[in-house]
């Protein structure tokens, strides 16, 4: 099945400072990645998602990458904002399994 | 997403008494999903379901029922509740997949906080 790490855990950052998340995968046929964002109290929201045939998808203040051969993709947040301050879960489709596994999540604290 | 609500927001019980959570979207999606959430667990997959009267397990099934009579609606039943059940729960919905792996948006829910004392 599908291993999804998230790394770091916990990142603070400076107001106006950039932020990146990183997510590794075990699953090389993997072709879906999603980025939720969870404000404190809050249900996870969809931010961004890339698939595996495009290697960079921006949304304004928020991108992600995905390097297929290393198997991880990130998640890059330029201009951090105090709003911005939440929790960060990737995931990644399980093979033969019509569902996504989820990592533990990455806590993002911008500092103002 | 207005389109998917859990009730109730908050539940308190006592171990051994049946609870149920329920969940409601109005999307007419395909797939709808029963999570948890703890501290340094993340997200975990409980039941899931890709139509009416099609169940599956999750990671994380043992003391869960789930039910998928109609198409909006996906009740999580805690037979015996236990202590260990204590969790915040999200349902979530998406649309029907394109090919074998997984590709579509998760909706999610408000959340149920549920203690169990």
């Known amino acids: 099945g599908e291993n999804v790490e998230q790394h770091p855990s916990t990142l603070s950052v400076q107001e106006g400072d950039s932020a990146v998340i990183k997510c590794t995968y075990s699953?090389?046929?993997?072709?879906?990645f999603p980025w939720y964002k969870q404000e404190l109290g809050k249900r996870p929201q969809l931010i961004i998602d890339?698939?595996?045939?495009?290697g960079e998808k921006k949304d304004q203040r928020i991108a992600v990458t995905l390097n297929k051969t290393a198997k991880h993709f990130s998640l890059h947040i330029t201009e951090t904002q105090p709003e911005d301050s939440a929790v960060y879960f990737c995931?990644?489709?399980?093979?033969?399994?019509?569902?996504?596994?989820f990592g533990k999540g990455n806590q993002v604290v911008v500092i103002p | 997403d207005a389109g998917i609500t859990q009730s109730p927001r908050y539940k308190i019980t006592e171990t051994g008494r049946q609870v149920t959570l329920m969940c409601h979207q109005t999307?007419?999606?395909?797939?709808m999903f029963w999570y948890r959430q703890d501290l340094g667990h993340g997200l975990r997959l409980i039941y899931y379901?890709?139509?009416?009267?099609?169940?599956d397990k999750g990671e994380v099934p043992d003391g869960y029922v789930v039910s998928r009579s109609k198409t909006e609606n996906f009740p999580l039943t805690l037979e015996s509740a236990t202590r260990s059940q204590t969790s915040v729960y999200f349902c979530?919905?998406?649309?029907?997949?394109?090919?074998?792996?997984?590709?579509?948006?998760?909706?999610f829910g408000n959340g149920t906080r549920l203690t169990v004392t």
């Open positions: 979530a919905s998406s649309e029907s997949l394109r090919d074998r792996y997984y590709n579509s948006p998760l909706h």
């Open positions: 699953d090389s046929a993997s072709n879906y």
């Open positions: 890339i698939r595996s045939n495009v």
């Open positions: 995931a990644a489709p399980r093979e033969g399994n019509n569902r996504l596994a």
């Open positions: 999307w007419s999606h395909s797939y």
């Open positions: 379901s890709a139509a009416a009267d099609i169940t």
